[in-house]
């Protein structure tokens, strides 16, 4: 059973956003996205300053026999990447929620509406 | 000398030599001559070895590799026939090796003669019009074959057809090759027969005129004949487009039925599969690709034609263009020829049956402890989906490591990526039921095992050169190279 | 019955009473009846061996084999005899890509030891399994470089060999995109040229060095200028050359690529070869075909496998950057076993030998007088010359002496003309070259 926090928001593409203060976020991948793709070996991210675009890719997290793109679930610009993943990438499957990949400053905030809870995305990925 | 685990360069002494050149004869020029803004500043790592050192290397490393003169090699999709030792001899004739590329044509005819008769006989056994041995694999042919029908398509002025058709069940060589293209693809699903559904491809393609073609591997790669064959090449044809016939399962059709006859317009043969060319652990292979005549001015350059009873070369500005350095992978095709000659049309016709009977045997052998997706006939190939007991969650990697234990190579794993665990077994029609018979005796011992002591399986391989390995390691370490090694040692151990 | 099918009339009907059928036909009825063949292959009839063995040596005889002193991408270069006493080994020979790392460590690690001995040769930090031959490396560098720098058009030198131009014109054409070339000044790469069309469409920027011409270029100041654009400086190389050249990183290359038929290859009438293919372990991601990595197995014992997989065809499918599947494995071996046995002095004595005798021919046809060189540059094994003698006439006259030289680069365009090329590597005796130099001598 894949755990699912309370207080994030989840896309389809199984990854979850956590609002930290305004309009400033964290995105990582779910507990069901790292148990179903292994070992994960790499996350290919992008850069500071890059922006984001809902729905668009923006990066892919490889596992020994899979590689998964990234889906922007929010638009904004990328303040910070998680540069620790880069050295240590099983960090993903240890702490799925702890190991975010980038933080990003919204350019709206409305967005996150089109995003699911965590009663939605339990739903989801029951099926 | 199973415990053999040195590298090369370990073996390394300087000062040893394991090579013969001649004597310097010309003293007034020397290579330090060049200015030094030309040359390399440090020598390379390279071993320096005793010709006897690199002998005892690569046979003992040898001893860790499993070839088809060691045991049955079911590997699915890969057909892996047995390798005549004649076409290796007359392959290694100076008479063919030593002749370079680009040496007059007329002291060449007879290498020119070789590359002309066997693209007429793949032409007769596909039912084609012409072929070019230019494309070095299969996943080469593929491209070039694409290549041809984009080319055909801008040739009529119809740009926007750029769309190709692939079912789920394709090897991953077809989409990537239409992208590599410069198209786009179209991903069907199978239907509950692991076929194209006819309905929905003609749902797909109607009221569209992006359509540039279809790609089929038939039989396809559940080992199951398209059997809308006809019908479906049709709609794509009404549809505007042309159908490509990935030749990987060429071997079950050798002797009953052409691709040309079921519509097909454009497709690669590998040599390296239907036509007994060693794989040569993984390459170098030979991917022909044959086209109908409206299609022959596209094929690469360069040309090998023939007029009266001369060869010569021939490059066209309707060609897609140039795709290889000369004439593709030569030496390879030659052997491919060796082997047609030797069976001739008495015997060629028995490859496609004797390859289905043997492939029909394992699966009705072993349907009962083994499960069946896709019931009726099969084609030269079996897949089944891991063990039909599965509650000691057995997975079809610890069948195939198992496998290994008893002296057989697994049969392909994991694909094709319809069945959670598939398991594709081609026997090809060079073995015989003996060895059939101790393969599907394995395949039950295994399934006995799996039941009253999984972990024998989910141990295995123990009895093979090495264990399991960690793949995780590998692709976190990224050590490539001897220097990469040597630079993870270091920081080990400091 | 025939030699490579094991069933007896007995087998088959054990085999037929098992699945309840009749015929082998049996098995075939979901075929469309309007389409499956009532008749034989429209092909030659059987042969036995030695009736085989008799074709192909009339076969082979209708060939001429020569002395060989042009190159141009195939060059005579001596093959150890060790070489075909290891890569005949069926171990080698007739296995498959290593799926199955546990009964594949010798294939996984030849393949190890090849890309160690690129990486010291290029000095680059990775190199892949191998490519199909060194135009398509080529091209699939180029690929890499638009895929990495996510622009779309390529500079190509005027100074490659035309064959690797077309191969990149095809590759680069049917994906959509873009390519330009840089104008060549006396046979070198033009640096002015270059910094004209460097803009910010350019993804990578090709040259050849030794270059179609044989000269050996001076790329002082082009990495430089070419980072600052933010392209890629993709360098193909004759490999061989790599044992005395500056390498490819020294010359500041982000993917080194080309030919390796010079290691241990015999010319094979155009192949099999091998493309060899490296780069900085930052773009590894975007490297085309397979990479083999060190690890251990689980009792801790040295292992080789396939990694980075999930970059190739097979998990990325529509979403890879290249559709290669295979490499050239066996070519692989041959060039492990050619830089085992050759060394690090060996390939230097090589080179210098190639360089002794192409530059002694290339002394002895300049002193006829019927000989000039446009170019005046530098060259190790292969030089071009314009001649006042006809081509023609040159071609007949080695060809009557059984050699193969003077190769008149007509046939690669118009602007070729004029130029003949000569190749000499170590397997050229002082009596050859100088048989070639009073044949040439003779003629007016």
């Given at each position: 059973?894949?755990?699912?926090?309370?207080?994030?928001?989840?896309?389809?593409?199984?990854?979850?956003?956590?609002?930290?203060?305004?309009?400033?976020?964290?995105?990582?991948?779910?507990?069901?996205?790292?148990?179903?793709?292994?070992?994960?070996?790499?996350?290919?991210?992008?850069?500071?300053?890059?922006?984001?675009?809902?729905?668009?890719?923006?990066?892919?997290?490889?596992?020994?026999?899979?590689?998964?793109?990234?889906?922007?679930?929010?638009?904004?610009?990328?303040?910070?990447?998680?540069?620790?993943?880069?050295?240590?990438?099983?960090?993903?499957?240890?702490?799925?929620?702890?190991?975010?990949?980038?933080?990003?400053?919204?350019?709206?905030?409305?967005?996150?509406?089109?995003?699911?809870?965590?009663?939605?995305?339990?739903?989801?990925?029951?099926? | 000398?199973?415990?053999?685990?040195?590298?090369?360069?370990?073996?390394?002494?300087?000062?040893?030599?394991?090579?013969?050149?001649?004597?310097?004869?010309?003293?007034?020029?020397?290579?330090?001559?060049?200015?030094?803004?030309?040359?390399?500043?440090?020598?390379?790592?390279?071993?320096?070895?005793?010709?006897?050192?690199?002998?005892?290397?690569?046979?003992?490393?040898?001893?860790?590799?499993?070839?088809?003169?060691?045991?049955?090699?079911?590997?699915?999709?890969?057909?892996?026939?047995?390798?005549?030792?004649?076409?290796?001899?007359?392959?290694?004739?100076?008479?063919?090796?030593?002749?370079?590329?680009?040496?007059?044509?007329?002291?060449?005819?007879?290498?020119?003669?070789?590359?002309?008769d066997l693209q007429k006989i793949l032409s007769e056994i596909s039912g084609l019009s012409?072929?070019?041995?230019?494309?070095?694999?299969?996943?080469?042919?593929?491209?070039?074959?694409?290549?041809?029908?984009?080319?055909?398509?801008?040739?009529?002025?119809?740009?926007?057809?750029?769309?190709?058709?692939?079912?789920?069940?394709?090897?991953?060589?077809?989409?990537?090759?239409?992208?590599?293209?410069?198209?786009?693809?179209?991903?069907?699903?199978?239907?509950?027969?692991?076929?194209?559904?006819?309905?929905?491809?003609?749902?797909?393609?109607?009221?569209?005129?992006?359509?540039?073609?279809?790609?089929?591997?038939?039989?396809?790669?559940?080992?199951?004949?398209?059997?809308?064959?006809?019908?479906?090449?049709?709609?794509?044809?009404?549809?505007?487009?042309?159908?490509?016939?990935?030749?990987?399962?060429l071997n079950a059709l050798l002797g009953k039925v052409r691709p040309g006859d079921m519509?097909?317009?454009?497709?690669?043969i590998?040599?390296?599969?239907t036509f007994s060319?060693?794989?040569?652990?993984?390459?170098?292979?030979?991917?022909?690709?044959g086209?109908?005549?409206?299609?022959?001015?596209?094929?690469?350059?360069?040309?090998?034609?023939?007029?009266?009873?001369?060869?010569?070369?021939?490059?066209?500005?309707?060609?897609?263009?140039?795709?290889?350095?000369?004439?593709?992978?030569?030496?390879?095709?030659?052997?491919a020829l060796i082997y047609l000659l030797t069976l001739g049309k008495e015997n060629i016709k028995y490859v496609g049956r004797y390859a289905t009977l043997?492939?029909?045997?394992?699966?009705?052998?072993?349907?009962?402890?083994?499960?069946?997706?896709?019931?009726?006939?099969?084609?030269?190939?079996?897949?089944?989906?891991?063990?039909?007991?599965?509650?000691?969650?057995?997975?079809?990697?610890?069948?195939?490591?198992?496998?290994?234990?008893?002296?057989?190579?697994?049969?392909?794993?994991?694909?094709?990526?319809?069945?959670?665990?598939?398991?594709?077994?081609?026997?090809?029609e060079?073995?015989?039921?003996?060895?059939?018979?101790?393969?599907?005796?394995?395949?039950?011992?295994?399934?006995?095992?799996?039941?009253?002591?999984?972990?024998?399986?989910?141990?295995?391989?123990?009895?093979?050169?090495?264990?399991?390995?960690?793949?995780?390691?590998?692709?976190?370490?990224?050590?490539?190279?001897?220097?990469?090694?040597?630079?993870?040692?270091?920081?080990?151990?400091? | 019955m025939f030699k490579y099918f094991?069933h007896?009339?007995?087998?088959i009907?054990?085999?037929?009473?098992?699945?309840?059928?009749?015929s082998m036909d049996?098995l075939f009825?979901?075929l469309?009846k309007e389409v499956i063949l009532d008749s034989d292959y429209d092909i030659p009839s059987f042969m036995s061996?030695?009736e085989l063995?008799?074709?192909?040596?009339?076969?082979?005889?209708?060939?001429?084999?020569?002395?060989?002193?042009?190159?141009?991408?195939?060059?005579?270069?001596?093959?150890?005899?060790?070489?075909?006493?290891?890569?005949?080994?069926?171990?080698?020979?007739?296995?498959?890509?290593?799926?199955?790392?546990?009964?594949?460590?010798?294939?996984?690690?030849?393949?190890?030891?090849?890309?160690?001995?690129?990486?010291?040769?290029?000095?680059?930090?990775?190199?892949?399994?191998?490519?199909?031959?060194?135009?398509?490396?080529?091209?699939?560098?180029?690929?890499?470089?638009?895929?990495?720098?996510?622009?779309?058009?390529?500079?190509?030198?005027?100074?490659?060999?035309?064959?690797?131009?077309?191969?990149?014109?095809?590759?680069?054409?049917?994906?959509?995109?873009?390519?330009?070339?840089?104008?060549?000044?006396?046979?070198?790469?033009?640096?002015?040229?270059?910094?004209?069309?460097?803009?910010?469409?350019?993804?990578?920027?090709?040259?050849?060095?030794?270059?179609?011409?044989?000269?050996?270029?001076?790329?002082?100041?082009?990495?430089?200028?070419?980072?600052?654009?933010?392209?890629?400086?993709?360098?193909?190389?004759?490999?061989?050359?790599?044992?005395?050249?500056?390498?490819?990183?020294?010359?500041?290359?982000?993917?080194?690529?080309?030919?390796?038929?010079?290691?241990?290859?015999?010319?094979?009438?155009?192949?099999?070869?091998?493309?060899?293919?490296?780069?900085?372990?930052?773009?590894?991601?975007?490297?085309?075909?397979?990479?083999?990595?060190?690890?251990?197995?689980?009792?801790?014992?040295?292992?080789?496998?396939?990694?980075?997989?999930?970059?190739?065809?097979?998990?990325?499918?529509?979403?890879?950057?290249?559709?290669?599947?295979?490499?050239?494995?066996?070519?692989?071996?041959?060039?492990?076993?050619?830089?085992?046995?050759?060394?690090?002095?060996?390939?230097?004595?090589?080179?210098?030998?190639?360089?002794?005798?192409?530059?002694?021919?290339?002394?002895?046809?300049?002193?006829?007088?019927?000989?000039?060189?446009?170019?005046?540059?530098?060259?190790?094994?292969?030089?071009?010359?314009?001649?006042?003698?006809?081509?023609?006439?040159?071609?007949?006259?080695?060809?009557?002496?059984?050699?193969?030289?003077?190769?008149?680069?007509?046939?690669?365009?118009?602007?070729?003309?004029?130029?003949?090329?000569?190749?000499?590597?170590?397997?050229?005796?002082?009596?050859?070259?100088?048989?070639?130099?009073?044949?040439?001598?003779?003629?007016?």
């Amino acid at each position: 059973m894949s755990k699912i926090l309370k207080d994030l928001y989840y896309s389809d593409d199984h990854e979850w956003v956590k609002v930290l203060e305004n309009d400033v976020v964290l995105i990582g991948i779910t507990d069901f996205a790292q148990s179903e793709l292994g070992d994960v070996v790499f996350v290919d991210l992008p850069e500071e300053g890059d922006e984001l675009v809902q729905g668009n890719e923006f990066g892919a997290v490889e596992s020994v026999k899979a590689a998964s793109d990234l889906i922007a679930p929010i638009s904004g610009e990328i303040i910070e990447v998680n540069e620790e993943l880069a050295a240590e990438p099983e960090k993903v499957n240890q702490e799925p929620y702890e190991a975010w990949f980038l933080k990003v400053k919204l350019n709206d905030s409305k967005e996150l509406d089109n995003l699911l809870d965590h009663k939605a995305y339990k739903e989801e990925i029951s099926e | 000398m199973i415990e053999y685990n040195k590298l090369i360069f370990e073996l390394s002494i300087e000062d040893r030599i394991g090579y013969s050149l001649p004597d310097t004869k010309f003293n007034n020029y020397n290579i330090s001559d060049l200015d030094e803004v030309f040359l390399r500043v440090d020598n390379p790592d390279l071993p320096e070895v005793s010709e006897l050192d690199v002998l005892r290397h690569f046979t003992n490393i040898s001893n860790k590799n499993f070839g088809v003169e060691n045991g049955f090699y079911p590997l699915g999709s890969c057909t892996m026939k047995y390798n005549p030792k004649i076409n290796e001899e007359i392959a290694n004739s100076r008479n063919f090796k030593r002749l370079h590329p680009l040496q007059p044509i007329f002291t060449t005819q007879g290498a020119f003669k070789v590359y002309y008769d066997l693209q007429k006989i793949l032409s007769e056994i596909s039912g084609l019009s012409e072929f070019s041995l230019n494309p070095y694999a299969g996943a080469h042919g593929e491209l070039i074959g694409l290549m041809i029908i984009k080319k055909y398509h801008e040739s009529r002025g119809d740009f926007h057809k750029n769309k190709i058709i692939i079912p789920d069940s394709a090897h991953g060589t077809n989409p990537a090759s239409v992208v590599v293209c410069g198209m786009e693809v179209i991903e069907i699903e199978s239907n509950e027969r692991g076929r194209v559904d006819v309905d929905f491809l003609k749902e797909t393609v109607s009221n569209r005129d992006d359509i540039a073609g279809m790609m089929l591997t038939n039989p396809n790669t559940l080992g199951m004949f398209e059997d809308d064959i006809c019908k479906i090449s049709k709609l794509i044809h009404e549809a505007g487009g042309l159908m490509y016939n990935d030749g990987a399962n060429l071997n079950a059709l050798l002797g009953k039925v052409r691709p040309g006859d079921m519509g097909f317009d454009v497709m690669h043969i590998n040599l390296h599969k239907t036509f007994s060319t060693p794989h040569g652990g993984g390459g170098p292979g030979s991917g022909p690709v044959g086209v109908t005549e409206e299609l022959s001015d596209f094929l690469p350059n360069p040309r090998v034609k023939k007029m009266d009873d001369n060869f010569y070369v021939e490059n066209s500005d309707e060609a897609i263009g140039q795709i290889s350095s000369f004439y593709g992978n030569y030496l390879v095709s030659l052997r491919a020829l060796i082997y047609l000659l030797t069976l001739g049309k008495e015997n060629i016709k028995y490859v496609g049956r004797y390859a289905t009977l043997n492939a029909n045997y394992i699966k009705n052998a072993l349907k009962t402890v083994y499960e069946l997706p896709i019931s009726g006939n099969c084609m030269h190939e079996v897949v089944f989906n891991g063990l039909i007991n599965k509650e000691n969650d057995v997975k079809t990697l610890d069948i195939a490591k198992r496998l290994l234990d008893y002296g057989m190579h697994a049969p392909t794993i994991y694909f094709p990526l319809l069945f959670s665990q598939a398991i594709m077994i081609e026997p090809t029609e060079t073995e015989s039921l003996q060895t059939l018979d101790e393969f599907i005796n394995i395949m039950h011992k295994i399934a006995i095992e799996a039941k009253e002591t999984p972990d024998k399986l989910k141990d295995a391989p123990t009895r093979t050169p090495i264990r399991r390995t960690d793949e995780v390691f590998a692709a976190k370490q990224m050590i490539f190279s001897y220097k990469d090694y040597l630079n993870y040692i270091d920081k080990r151990d400091n | 019955m025939f030699k490579y099918f094991a069933h007896t009339k007995a087998d088959i009907e054990k085999m037929l009473k098992s699945l309840n059928i009749d015929s082998m036909d049996d098995l075939f009825d979901e075929l469309p009846k309007e389409v499956i063949l009532d008749s034989d292959y429209d092909i030659p009839s059987f042969m036995s061996e030695s009736e085989l063995r008799s074709y192909f040596e009339e076969l082979g005889n209708q060939n001429k084999e020569l002395t060989l002193f042009s190159g141009l991408g195939a060059y005579d270069h001596y093959q150890p005899a060790v070489i075909d006493a290891i890569t005949s080994r069926q171990e080698f020979m007739t296995s498959y890509t290593p799926y199955q790392p546990e009964v594949a460590q010798g294939t996984l690690q030849y393949i190890f030891e090849y890309q160690s001995m690129i990486q010291t040769l290029t000095g680059m930090d990775v190199s892949n399994a191998s490519m199909y031959d060194g135009t398509t490396s080529t091209a699939e560098a180029c690929f890499m470089a638009a895929a990495i720098r996510k622009k779309d058009k390529i500079l190509i030198s005027r100074t490659l060999n035309p064959n690797t131009i077309n191969v990149i014109q095809t590759y680069l054409k049917f994906k959509g995109l873009e390519w330009d070339f840089i104008e060549s000044k006396d046979g070198v790469t033009n640096l002015e040229n270059l910094k004209k069309k460097l803009d910010n469409d350019i993804a990578g920027v090709v040259v050849q060095n030794p270059n179609f011409f044989g000269i050996i270029e001076n790329y002082e100041g082009f990495s430089e200028i070419i980072k600052d654009n933010k392209s890629l400086f993709i360098i193909n190389a004759d490999i061989s050359t790599l044992g005395v050249l500056k390498t490819s990183y020294e010359l500041g290359a982000d993917i080194a690529c080309g030919e390796c038929q010079s290691l241990g290859m015999p010319v094979s009438f155009g192949g099999p070869y091998l493309g060899y293919l490296a780069t900085n372990k930052k773009y590894v991601r975007k490297m085309p075909g397979r990479i083999c990595g060190y690890t251990n197995d689980l009792e801790g014992n040295r292992a080789y496998v396939l990694t980075l997989q999930a970059r190739e065809q097979h998990i990325r499918r529509s979403k890879a950057n290249s559709n290669i599947c295979s490499n050239q494995s066996l070519m692989a071996l041959f060039v492990t076993i050619y830089l085992s046995i050759m060394g690090k002095r060996g390939l230097k004595k090589v080179n210098n030998l190639s360089y002794q005798g192409s530059h002694y021919l290339y002394d002895k046809l300049i002193e006829t007088g019927k000989f000039s060189d446009p170019f005046k540059k530098p060259f190790l094994k292969e030089f071009v010359l314009e001649t006042s003698l006809s081509h023609d006439l040159i071609k007949e006259a080695l060809l009557e002496n059984n050699i193969f030289g003077g190769f008149s680069l007509a046939s690669f365009g118009e602007e070729y003309e004029n130029l003949i090329n000569f190749a000499v590597t170590e397997k050229r005796t002082k009596s050859e070259i100088d048989n070639l130099i009073r044949i040439l001598e003779g003629l007016s």
